[in-house]
């Protein structure tokens, strides 16, 4: 699918009159996540973990707790997550209970020991996979192990299909104050071609309920480019996502990581380019939908959000993690960030269930940062705010952004991604809908994987 400058689309885009070049979508992953990149965590550095852990526990750290729940009812084509989609009541109890056996062994060392949550997070998979008995028997025992007590913010992600009054009732009850609904589109035709579980019908339904129950914050996710996807219907996708109202909407691009079941399919068929809108079409349907958002009352706060009261809904997982909060993390594949040392859990639930009844943590490889690292990690994952103040890193890390990263900020601005002042860097819509692909140019020269300026 190409954009084309008769589109109804094309005018959203800030640069639509400028000439465009087509980038198909191909095989990978662009999204940065996290910094440095998970390629250079290494098994040899587990040992690190362990040596943070006997520290005293700090008191100017905050702490987050992640659980992930890697069920689901069925595996979208895009999905590249540790999911499983053949468990039984059974074998999801046995997870649960590996897990809290892991939990509890991180809980009680020195550097955790009496540290309450500033955070909490259920990932997946999908954590409204799970009845509510398991739920409650879950959180109770996290709680134990780990008080939720004036955490900022409980966030719990859910698959709209598997939420009925009695689950969202559940859900509310175990202390959630931010859910997260995986709407992505509206239309069933591209919903079940995606490998999609729910129906749209099963959106409007949880969302309503779930507005009568008082979580503090609802979000919506959407995914611009998905398979089949048209024009005329991301405009409606939009303008149904506008008459819900929601807290905040998180819009993604579509990508297709190596380890996807589309993927697989386009390996099998020989092709290169995805079945997917190509990036720049993209990003015009992201500009199109900030746009729409903007003009009833919302506010861009992000390259992926808009949120309608920034006053009120914060992502606090989200801007703790970037700041450098401490996350202990449980579960499969699961990754979390100790005193300085990142780690990720075994992939897979056979290694990570026989390192618990092993009694060894179940962690697969770590990475210690360097105070370089650190600082490189934060501007470049704070960047996607759209707006950075110098002095805040030269206070916080003493390192002055424009010295550490001269070359690559007047490349932004040379290229119209940017404007620069005397006290920070805000970037253009064109350089927000673009930014993952363009931090790789701030990464440590060992970490990078290109460089598009001289």
Known sequence: MQTTLDSPLASAATEANAPKKVEQTEVGNYFVSNYPPFSFWKPDQVSLVEEVLQRPAPTNIPLGVYFHIPFCRKRCHFCYFKVYTDKNAQEVKAYIDAGMREMASFASQPYLKGRKAHFVYFGGGTPSYLSVPQLKDLTNRMKDL??????????????????????????????????????????????????????????????????????????????????????????????????????????????????????????????????????????????????????????????YTVVKDPQRIKFVYRDSLWEGADLLSSGVASFGH??????????????????????????????????????????????????????????????????????????????????????GITLTRDGLLQVDRLLHDFFLPQHRQYARYT
């Open 146 to 303: 780990v008080s939720w007590e004036g955490a900022a913010e409980v966030a719990f992600e859910a698959e709209p299909g598997t939420l009925n009054e009695v689950k969202l009732t559940g859900i509310r009850e175990i202390g959630v104050t931010r859910l997260s609904l995986g709407v992505e589109n509206f239309d069933d035709h591209i919903l079940e071609t995606n490998g999609r579980a729910h129906r749209s019908g099963e959106i409007d339904k949880a969302y309503r309920f779930a507005r009568t129950l008082g979580f503090e914050h609802i979000n919506i996710d959407l995914i611009a480019g998905m398979m089949n996807e048209t024009a005329a219907n991301w405009k409606d996708t939009v303008a149904k996502a506008v008459a819900m109202q929601p807290d905040a909407v998180t819009i993604y691009q579509m990508e297709v990581p190596f380890n996807t079941t589309m993927y697989q399919q386009m390996k099998a068929e020989g092709k290169v380019t995805a079945p997917v809108a190509d990036w720049q079409t993209k990003r015009d349907w992201v500009s199109y939908a900030f746009d729409e958002f903007q003009k009833v009352g919302y506010t861009v706060t992000s390259a």
């Open 338 to 423: 100790l005193g300085g040392v990142h780690y990720q859990n075994q992939a897979d639930v056979g290694p990570y269930m026989q390192a618990i009844d092993a009694g060894q943590r179940p962690i697969y490889r770590a990475y210690q940062t360097t105070a370089e690292d650190r600082f490189v990690r934060e501007f470049i994952l704070k960047l996607k705010l759209g707006r950075s103040e110098f002095d805040y890193y030269i206070k916080k890390f003493g390192e002055d952004p424009r010295k550490h990263f001269g070359p690559q900020l007047d490349y932004l601005a040379k290229e119209g991604f940017a404007t620069l002042d005397a006290n």
